[in-house]
């Protein structure tokens, strides 16, 4: 059916109106500009943009560019003074948060390591208390900067998957997350965002069904005269129901090839906002509810981010506006209408698509005739409320923030037929739905496992029951107790197996040439690293983890060339010569100990 209701003077009138009106505003709020300068000594060049969607969480601040290069120089972004440390083997890695004066603190992330001052005192810290990771918040201020000091060099150090800077901008008191575009940190962009696909939902008792795909392209719609701006040819039939809108989308910043995030997007009809999402700010503890923005399960099957238009009930992620029924649309059989669709970036640069929509009247649904055969008579867990599956030997307890919708799961119990299960097999399973908030779960072990009870922990089966994955826990009070962050088939199993240490000898040309360092390779068979520890002839080393090499670094340090030293002396007086030896230990989480002694070569210079 060709869409005949707008004649042309019309739809050009409602394109000039949403010209004027309906391009996006930024936040109103005076946010400084030009008193955080750019980190890197370059133009501003992101590989992810703030709000990036992610695997179970927005990007919380901005990836910037180094190259696929370690040691670039970081520079404060502005003056203040350092509030605070954190070194992990995995999220952030080096990281350092500066606070200051206006009321905003900037945060570093996967640094390779720091500098001045800063270094001096991280080093003075990690041997005080013999440890390479830690979190020092600083009550007063000690460690002072100037915009422009540079505060650490450039690397890939934590969950890193390549090189690069992560940078933050956060509200001080509130600790909530800005996009930095806002304080004027954005790089050059003429391109604009586009809409790839556009698709219907339908609503159906504690339910959504995915209805139709509304391709947007040269086939399907038509360009106006004002650039970005595009009507469908068809109109979208709709029988009368309640529908909601999703879309896939992207932007893009440096070229027309790498896709980014989008900074907003939102619909309007008839002028008026029926949902608008705009990434501005949001808290830590709201990051997860991307599994709810877009649609989960779809992304499960296709890895396409369908990005909703509608707020499920258990949403509470706060960049949405939206209408009374929180995006949701009522169509009528007799609706005649046109629904805006626009995605812009934080440049102005907005793709924008007309889509007229019509109801017709309702026909039998075979689709949703069996989604409601397939929920009959199942369990379901309710968002916003308290949730619990208990037995005698059982408990799976969800929070009233753990599901976003009502979620249908299977519940049962299954025998174990050999190890690794050391208990009755649990199943709480959908396979298209997420946990915002794990659950607490407690499984009680077969008796015969007790004397075991140090070593016992969750874990849970993949796919198949083939594979299984550790879910830690301890026991405690004749259960083992933990927390489940997904829907599946859970049990009790042990690890008695220590962990694995090997010496690595880096084989790449520019460690070739690299006499300051030793590697280790540590790796556990199951509940995972939980502590680790080196000795070079008794005196404890400080020793830097990267999780995911496996790896520990030995960085020469002053015991080291106090060794050298003393060998030089020896030699000159021709009496005994001191033997390197590192000493590595590795403990797992359930207590499994490694313990391992290497003799390096001796050293002179």
């Not at 309007?268 to 999402?277: A, E, L, M, R």
């Not at 070079?536 to 030293?565: C, P, Q, R």
Request: charged share 20%.
């Amino acid at each position: 059916m060709h869409f005949k209701i707008f004649n042309m003077a019309k739809w050009r009138l409602l394109l000039i109106l949403v010209f004027i009106g309906f391009l996006p505003q930024l936040n109103a709020q005076n946010y400084p500009q030009n008193y955080f300068r750019y980190p890197l000594d370059s133009l501003p060049s992101l590989v992810s943009p703030f709000g990036g969607l992610r695997d179970n969480h927005f990007h919380s601040g901005m990836d910037l560019r180094t190259n696929q290069r370690e040691g670039l120089p970081v520079f404060a972004s502005a003056d203040g003074y350092v509030s605070r440390i954190k070194i992990q083997s995995i999220g952030y890695g080096k990281a350092i948060y500066l606070d200051h004066p206006n009321g905003y603190t900037t945060v570093y992330g996967h640094l390779q390591k720091y500098s001045g001052k800063i270094a001096e005192w991280i080093q003075n810290y990690q041997y005080k208390n013999q440890t390479f990771e830690f979190d020092y918040v600083f009550e007063k201020p000690i460690l002072l900067v100037k915009k422009g000091d540079t505060i650490g060099l450039s690397g890939n150090s934590g969950g890193s998957s390549g090189p690069h800077v992560h940078f933050e901008i956060r509200n001080t008191k509130s600790e909530k997350i800005i996009n930095p575009a806002l304080f004027g940190i954005i790089p050059f962009d003429t391109l604009n965002p586009i809409i790839k696909n556009v698709f219907v939902y339908n609503f159906v008792p504690d339910g959504l069904l995915l209805k139709q795909e509304l391709k947007i392209n040269h086939q399907t719609i038509i360009q106006t005269k004002i650039p970005g701006y595009f009507i469908c040819k068809k109109a979208l039939e709709l029988p009368a129901e309640m529908y909601g809108f999703g879309i896939e989308a992207y932007d893009y910043i440096h070229n027309s090839i790498d896709e980014k995030g989008i900074y907003e997007y939102d619909i309007t009809q008839n002028g008026k906002y029926i949902f608008k999402h705009t990434l501005n700010q949001f808290a830590f503890d709201e990051s997860k509810y991307i599994n709810a923005h877009i649609d989960y399960p779809f992304y499960k099957a296709s890895k396409i981010r369908i990005q909703k238009c509608f707020v499920d009930d258990g949403n509470e992620f706060s960049t949405y506006q939206t209408n009374a029924l929180k995006g949701k649309i009522l169509v009528t059989k007799n609706l005649r209408d046109t629904l805006l669709f626009t995605v812009t970036d934080f440049n102005y640069n907005s793709f924008v698509v007309l889509v007229p929509i019509v109801g017709v009247a309702g026909k039998i649904d075979k689709e949703k005739q069996d989604y409601l055969k397939s929920i009959k008579g199942k369990k379901a867990f309710y968002p916003l409320k308290k949730n619990t599956i208990k037995t005698k030997d059982f408990l799976f307890e969800l929070d009233s923030k753990s599901v976003y919708d009502t979620v249908f799961y299977d519940f049962g119990s299954l025998k174990p037929i050999q190890e690794p299960a050391l208990s009755t097999i649990y199943k709480v399973f959908n396979p298209t739905s997420s946990l915002h908030k794990a659950a607490n779960i407690a499984i009680k072990p077969f008796s015969v496992y007790l004397e075991y009870q140090n070593k016992l922990l969750l874990a849970y089966y993949l796919k198949d029951r083939k594979d299984f994955r550790s879910a830690g826990g301890n026991f405690e009070n004749g259960f083992v107790r933990g927390k489940a962050s997904n829907f599946g088939h859970y049990f009790v199993t042990m690890d008695t197996i220590a962990p694995t240490i090997k010496q690595v000898f880096i084989n790449t040309e520019e460690a070739l040439g690299d006499s300051l360092h030793f590697y280790f390779e540590i790796k556990d068979n199951f509940s995972g690293i939980g502590k680790y520890e080196g000795y070079l002839n008794g005196e404890w080393i400080l020793l830097d983890f990267d999780a995911k090499s496996n790896m520990l670094t030995y960085h020469f340090d002053k015991i080291w060339y106090n060794l050298v030293a003393q060998n030089k002396d020896s030699k000159l007086k021709n009496t005994a010569i001191i033997k390197p030896e590192v000493l590595i230990r590795v403990t797992d989480k359930k207590g499994n100990v490694a313990e391992k002694t290497f003799t390096m070569p001796i050293a002179f210079e």
